[in-house]
């Protein structure tokens, strides 16, 4: 097998750009409960928000809204001041830590399938639990 074939199908995943990543909690209401939905994410198929780099021309918030729709296919109303942030840690493709800004977006319509809506407890399930 040519090294150059052997090295696109086993070498290092590329490595993430230093920043921050900027992430919309997609939530809607589903019989008088908030529900909120989590995807998988590509490299490691862990349950997590849609999130994403900042993107030339946007504010934050619209990049979130934009992961959201690209990765989601959510589409509603974001707001504009985060509601929270969080560390992602370092991994392989991440050498250093990077916060993530999480945005609240109302979400009335249906997001693709293969994607999961549940109360905050029953998404609780899918999140890790933090060590220490």
């Given at each position: 097998m040519p090294m150059r074939l052997w090295s696109r199908f086993f070498s290092k995943p590329p490595a993430e750009p230093v920043g921050p990543q900027?992430?919309?909690?997609?939530?809607k209401i589903v019989d008088g409960q908030v529900v909120v939905?989590?995807?998988t994410s590509r490299g490691r198929?862990?349950?997590i928000f849609p999130k994403g780099r900042q993107m030339e021309g946007?504010?934050?918030w619209e990049s979130a809204e934009l992961e959201a729709y690209e990765e989601a296919g959510v589409v509603g109303e974001i707001?504009?001041?985060p509601i929270g942030s969080y560390f992602l840690p370092v991994t392989e493709e991440r050498p250093s830590p990077s916060r993530s800004r999480c945005f609240r977006c109302?979400?009335?319509t249906s997001a693709r399938t293969g994607r999961k809506w549940g109360s905050a407890i029953a998404i609780g399930r899918f999140?890790?639990?933090p060590s220490g």
């Open positions: 900027f992430g919309a909690l997609p939530y939905l989590l995807i198929g862990k349950w946007k504010t934050p707001e504009t001041t109302w979400s009335p999140c890790p639990k």
